[in-house]
């Protein structure tokens, strides 16, 4: 088979049905599953565990592989890995032994009571020390490169696992509505299949279900068993079980649809209060551990008026645990939060026309660019208009993508801290810095507000603009049912709906009807709605409207389907961020709580110990001394006001992350704590 041929070959193949192919371009990783395959042969044959457990790692995680080159070529990994470590390590050891003359001491104590023998084992004892560490680190250098590749392929398949049961409640009310709607099970399942831009890694198991019988002449409920067996999914699995078992006894698939649409509901519910609960348990263990600075920041201030603590501890507390505790607890969260999959857009159809809201969107001309020297003029034009609207109204772009923000604000930032070094307004080094709350003002705040403000400002008027769509979408799609029950086409029933509705919804249902008047289709003008705002469930929502209506203009049943998911998704929305409230007032009170105690430490102990000043030596019970000037007051207060600073911008991230699966709004939380505690510490140093 020639590489042209095996270009050609679908991407979707089922993986149990897929053949080894070395490449004859010489791929390195081909080349080395090739060179091991003897020792994959020696050691493992087809029905191994191994060999089982691996074919199934690698269709669930969609890797184009069979289980014999995978391992093969982990071997190789494996062997290149502990060998160069084995060799690494034992060259290393021996120079060092023979350039600085080390020898290894007695191990254990093993007494040798003949004299001779004894001398034998001192002279062999360091040689052997070195080879024996050479083979530990050339079995660890083997074991790591051996499993790193089933361990990623692992990490893929549980990352797609997670995704399709994110997906598949709203997939499964997807299908009803289509069933509904008068589709069969065939025509249900390539209307999943093609919808791989809305329901992702779902999409793609049906695209599976429906390539094996399309290529190799299986038919579909035998190709729906083989895809239970081996989706990652264990929800999924159950559900193509079922759906078997429905079409194979001639069941109504319009009601287990329905009935399966309610389970999984339940179960999406089920799973939002274990999460929900999962978040509770880490805000507590939040609230404890963040008092461990402040405990260790207490516990070293005395300790230094002791003699027993440097500095440096203090610091390694301030820039090292406190950043730490932070960043430790968000990627935490980061694993129990569930990102909602998918970019939120559809995808047009194949030669349709579809223009584009965004400020950067130039995918009209440019496709037509090249063509004859006319549309080369008009992309030129068209690139200048687009430019000079961005100069004129840059708010329209910030807007649109606020990230973009940074594109200026982080230049003024460095320009503003690379002058004030070089001008002499801010400190030069780090004791200036120490030395009061200039230093840490011009180099820090001034940055970090100038940077944080655009970015949280248009962040949130990007957030609203959506969220006035999205929040409102369930009432107008009950509207929508309601019109098109009276014999309204889905058209009329969007005009009905803007003329009784008010706000930006409505002005986006009266922009389709006139693109639909300026010979668009329906589906094209959905389309350019939804890929305005991005929303991945407002996506599902539309997907759902331009499949049902393709098949019929009276779609009452559908819509009100898609009215009851979205109003799902509303409701899911709606106590996650009515629970998450109180991590976030949690994580406030903690940072309160800190600063609180550390002003009151700075204020009422530290600045008492700087007025006793001088070296007074009082006697204690434990017959130690105190050195009262070994804390300075102004610079310990720096460095606590650096404590509170941190405390500040990690929670503030902390807050954002769960308000909002995102970074872009944390400088709601960060500017107002670490305002306060500026304004506090202004008033201490």
């Given at each position: 088979?020639?590489?042209?041929?095996?270009?050609?070959?679908?991407?979707?193949?089922?993986?149990?049905?897929?053949?080894?192919?070395?490449?004859?371009?010489?791929?390195?990783?081909?080349?080395?599953?090739?060179?091991?395959?003897?020792?994959?042969?020696?050691?493992?044959?087809?029905?191994?565990?191994?060999?089982?457990?691996?074919?199934?790692?690698?269709?669930?995680?969609?890797?184009?592989?069979?289980?014999?080159?995978?391992?093969?070529?982990?071997?190789?990994?494996?062997?290149?890995?502990?060998?160069?470590?084995?060799?690494?390590?034992?060259?290393?050891?021996?120079?060092?032994?023979?350039?600085?003359?080390?020898?290894?001491?007695?191990?254990?104590?093993?007494?040798?009571?003949?004299?001779?023998?004894?001398?034998?084992?001192?002279?062999?004892?360091?040689?052997?020390?070195?080879?024996?560490?050479?083979?530990?680190?050339?079995?660890?250098?083997?074991?790591?490169?051996?499993?790193?590749?089933?361990?990623?392929?692992?990490?893929?398949?549980?990352?797609?696992?997670?995704?399709?049961?994110?997906?598949?409640?709203?997939?499964?009310?997807?299908?009803?509505?289509?069933?509904?709607?008068?589709?069969?099970?065939?025509?249900?399942?390539?209307?999943?299949?093609?919808?791989?831009?809305?329901?992702?890694?779902?999409?793609?198991?049906?695209?599976?279900?429906?390539?094996?019988?399309?290529?190799?002449?299986?038919?579909?409920?035998?190709?729906?068993?083989?895809?239970?067996?081996?989706?990652?999914?264990?929800?999924?699995?159950?559900?193509?079980?079922?759906?078997?078992?429905?079409?194979?006894?001639?069941?109504?698939?319009?009601?287990?649809?329905?009935?399966?649409?309610?389970?999984?509901?339940?179960?999406?519910?089920?799973?939002?209060?274990?999460?929900?609960?999962?978040?509770?348990?880490?805000?507590?263990?939040?609230?404890?551990?963040?008092?461990?600075?402040?405990?260790?920041?207490?516990?070293?201030?005395?300790?230094?008026?002791?003699?027993?603590?440097?500095?440096?501890?203090?610091?390694?507390?301030?820039?090292?645990?406190?950043?730490?505790?932070?960043?430790?607890?968000?990627?935490?969260?980061?694993?129990?939060?569930?990102?909602?999959?998918?970019?939120?857009?559809?995808?047009?159809?194949?030669?349709?026309?579809?223009?584009?809201?965004?400020?950067?969107?130039?995918?009209?001309?440019?496709?037509?660019?090249?063509?004859?020297?006319?549309?080369?003029?008009?992309?030129?034009?068209?690139?200048?208009?687009?430019?000079?609207?961005?100069?004129?109204?840059?708010?329209?772009?910030?807007?649109?993508?606020?990230?973009?923000?940074?594109?200026?604000?982080?230049?003024?930032?460095?320009?503003?801290?690379?002058?004030?070094?070089?001008?002499?307004?801010?400190?030069?080094?780090?004791?200036?810095?120490?030395?009061?709350?200039?230093?840490?003002?011009?180099?820090?705040?001034?940055?970090?507000?100038?940077?944080?403000?655009?970015?949280?400002?248009?962040?949130?008027?990007?957030?609203?603009?959506?969220?006035?769509?999205?929040?409102?979408?369930?009432?107008?799609?009950?509207?929508?049912?309601?019109?098109?029950?009276?014999?309204?086409?889905?058209?009329?029933?969007?005009?009905?709906?803007?003329?009784?509705?008010?706000?930006?919804?409505?002005?986006?249902?009266?922009?389709?009807?006139?693109?639909?008047?300026?010979?668009?289709?329906?589906?094209?003008?959905?389309?350019?709605?939804?890929?305005?705002?991005?929303?991945?469930?407002?996506?599902?929502?539309?997907?759902?409207?331009?499949?049902?209506?393709?098949?019929?203009?009276?779609?009452?049943?559908?819509?009100?389907?898609?009215?009851?998911?979205?109003?799902?998704?509303?409701?899911?929305?709606?106590?996650?961020?009515?629970?998450?409230?109180?991590?976030?007032?949690?994580?406030?009170?903690?940072?309160?709580v800190l600063m609180a105690v550390i002003a009151l430490?700075?204020?009422?102990?530290?600045?008492?110990?700087?007025?006793?000043?001088?070296?007074?030596?009082?006697?204690?019970?434990?017959?130690?001394?105190?050195?009262?000037?070994?804390?300075?007051?102004?610079?310990?207060?720096?460095?606590?006001?650096?404590?509170?600073?941190?405390?500040?911008?990690?929670?503030?991230?902390?807050?954002?992350?769960?308000?909002?699966?995102?970074?872009?709004?944390s400088g709601l939380f960060i500017i107002p704590m670490?305002?306060?505690?500026?304004?506090?510490?202004?008033?201490?140093?």
């Amino acid at each position: 088979m020639t590489d042209e041929t095996s270009t050609e070959e679908p991407e979707e193949y089922p993986q149990h049905e897929r053949l080894a192919k070395i490449s004859d371009s010489g791929d390195f990783k081909d080349k080395i599953s090739e060179r091991f395959l003897p020792m994959y042969n020696y050691f493992y044959g087809p029905d191994d565990d191994l060999v089982v457990k691996t074919n199934r790692k690698l269709s669930a995680a969609r890797i184009d592989d069979t289980a014999e080159m995978f391992i093969s070529r982990a071997l190789g990994y494996g062997v290149i890995a502990g060998v160069s470590l084995w060799l690494l390590v034992t060259i290393s050891a021996f120079l060092f032994v023979w350039l600085t003359g080390f020898e290894v001491g007695s191990l254990i104590g093993i007494p040798i009571p003949n004299e001779d023998l004894a001398t034998v084992v001192r002279a062999i004892r360091t040689p052997a020390v070195v080879l024996v560490s050479g083979i530990i680190f050339g079995s660890i250098g083997f074991l790591a490169g051996f499993y790193t590749p089933s361990i990623a392929a692992g990490m893929k398949g549980g990352s797609r696992e997670r995704q399709i049961d994110v997906l598949l409640p709203d997939t499964v009310a997807y299908m009803y509505a289509l069933s509904i709607g008068g589709m069969n099970q065939l025509e249900i399942m390539q209307a999943v299949a093609d919808s791989e831009d809305v329901y992702g890694e779902v999409a793609l198991e049906f695209q599976t279900v429906l390539n094996e019988t399309e290529y190799f002449d299986v038919d579909y409920r035998t190709a729906i068993q083989h895809r239970a067996a081996e989706t990652p999914s264990d929800k999924l699995a159950q559900f193509f079980t079922d759906m078997l078992s429905i079409l194979s006894s001639g069941g109504d698939l319009t009601s287990f649809l329905d009935d399966k649409t309610d389970k999984h509901l339940r179960h999406a519910k089920e799973d939002q209060e274990d999460m929900i609960e999962m978040l509770e348990m880490f805000g507590e263990m939040y609230l404890n551990l963040s008092l461990l600075p402040l405990l260790l920041l207490i516990l070293i201030t005395i300790m230094q008026l002791m003699g027993g603590a440097s500095e440096m501890m203090l610091m390694m507390v301030i820039y090292v645990v406190i950043p730490m505790i932070g960043i430790g607890f968000m990627v935490l969260m980061s694993t129990v939060l569930p990102d909602d999959p998918g970019d939120g857009k559809l995808e047009p159809r194949p030669g349709e026309r579809q223009s584009s809201s965004s400020i950067l969107d130039l995918s009209e001309v440019k496709a037509n660019k090249g063509v004859s020297p006319v549309f080369d003029k008009f992309y030129s034009k068209e690139l200048r208009d687009r430019a000079g609207t961005i100069l004129k109204n840059p708010q329209m772009l910030f807007i649109e993508r606020p990230f973009f923000t940074l594109i200026l604000t982080v230049p003024v930032a460095l320009f503003i801290v690379i002058g004030g070094f070089l001008s002499g307004i801010a400190p030069t080094g780090l004791e200036g810095i120490y030395a009061g709350l200039w230093g840490t003002f011009y180099y820090f705040y001034i940055p970090m507000y100038l940077i944080l403000f655009p970015l949280t400002v248009f962040a949130v008027i990007h957030n609203r603009r959506k969220t006035a769509i999205v929040n409102n979408y369930t009432e107008a799609l009950r509207k929508l049912s309601s019109a098109n029950d009276t014999g309204q086409t889905l058209l009329e029933s969007f005009m009905v709906v803007a003329d009784t509705s008010t706000g930006r919804l409505s002005d986006e249902l009266r922009a389709i009807n006139s693109k639909v008047d300026y010979n668009y289709s329906i589906r094209q003008a959905l389309t350019e709605f939804n890929n305005k705002y991005k929303s991945p469930e407002l996506a599902r929502i539309n997907n759902l409207i331009i499949d049902a209506q393709e098949t019929s203009s009276q779609i009452g049943e559908v819509l009100v389907t898609a009215a009851q998911t979205s109003e799902n998704q509303d409701q899911l929305r709606r106590k996650r961020a009515s629970r998450t409230r109180m991590q976030i007032a949690m994580i406030l009170m903690t940072f309160f709580v800190l600063m609180a105690v550390i002003a009151l430490l700075q204020d009422q102990f530290i600045s008492m110990m700087g007025d006793l000043g001088g070296d007074l030596d009082t006697e204690g019970g434990g017959g130690g001394a105190m050195n009262f000037s070994a804390i300075e007051p102004t610079r310990t207060g720096i460095l606590f006001f650096h404590a509170v600073t941190l405390q500040g911008v990690t929670g503030g991230m902390l807050c954002s992350y769960l308000a909002s699966n995102s970074l872009k709004r944390s400088g709601l939380f960060i500017i107002p704590m670490t305002l306060i505690g500026l304004i506090v510490w202004m008033f201490l140093i």
